[in-house]
T-cell receptor
Framework: DVKVTQSSRYLVKRTGEKVFLECVQD?????MFWYRQDPGLGLRLIYFSYDVKMKEKGDIPEGYSVSREKKERFSLILESASTNQTSMYLCASSLLLNSNQPQHFGDGTRLSIL | GIQVEQSPPDLILQEGANSTLRCNFSDSVNNLQWFHQNPWGQLINLFY???GTKQNGRLSATTVATERYSLLYISSSQTTDSGVYFCAVEQNNAGNMLTFGGGTRLMVKP
């Protein structure tokens, strides 16, 4: 089974802090994704990566950056956290670009910015 | 971009009842997935179903790509079926990017 692991289930940070959310997958997947989930808005794509050191903006990249230095790890970075970034963050991975493979999700990180 | 609409937004069932959840999408798609998000926030793959019908135990799904909809059937519902069900689609040439519907929140009462 695919295992997508997010480093924290719950995280509390302060406004202005630099925040790192880590995601690791163990199935050698090329594609990795970061979403945020908010009530009434569903899941929205922040960034995705289809290879090491490659990244593409999703629907809501503002205020975020990402890092993919190794194939198995995809980090989401909040450069200067703000209260409107309080949300549930979900990481996903899938095999190969354009190969019609399902995405597999981690358990999510509930991030609160105070 | 593509629009994905799910209905109903909320559903309450008595344990043992059957239900059908619907997902409509506004353009042709390469891929469609159904997910269940449990009360702890975990998002679980149910089906990968760009077309046709699949069954897994009490759950089954049908996608009619030409008519741009998919249905998720839950039979003999159990309290553990409670949570939010999401449909997500991948457009042609979208590089495996998924667009999610707003979800159907299901509560199964004992």
């Amino acid at each position: 089974d695919v295992k997508v692991t997010q480093s924290s289930r719950y995280l509390v940070k302060r406004t202005g802090e630099k925040v790192f959310l880590e995601c690791v997958q163990d199935m050698d997947h090329e594609n990795m994704f970061w979403y945020r989930q908010d009530p009434g808005l569903g899941l929205r794509l922040i960034y995705f990566s289809y290879d090491v050191k490659m990244k593409e903006k999703g629907d809501i990249p503002e205020g975020y950056s990402v890092s993919r230095e190794k194939k198995e790890r995809f980090s989401l970075i909040l450069e200067s956290a703000s209260t409107n970034q309080t949300s549930m963050y979900l990481c996903a991975s899938s095999l190969l670009l354009n190969s019609n493979q399902p995405q597999h999700f981690g358990d999510g990180t509930r991030l609160s910015i105070l | 971009g593509i629009q994905v609409e799910q209905s109903p937004p909320d559903l309450i069932l008595q344990e043992g009842a059957n239900s059908t959840l619907r997902c409509n999408f506004s353009d042709s798609v390469n891929n469609l997935q159904w997910f269940h998000q449990n009360p702890w926030g975990q998002l679980i793959n149910l089906f990968y179903i760009p077309s046709g019908t699949k069954q897994n135990g009490r759950l089954s799904a049908t996608t009619v790509a030409t008519e741009r909809y998919s249905l998720l059937y839950i039979s003999s519902s159990q309290t553990t079926d409670s949570g939010v069900y999401f449909c997500a689609v991948e457009q042609n040439n979208a590089g495996n990017m998924l667009t999610f519907g707003g979800g159907t929140r299901l509560m199964v009462k004992p």
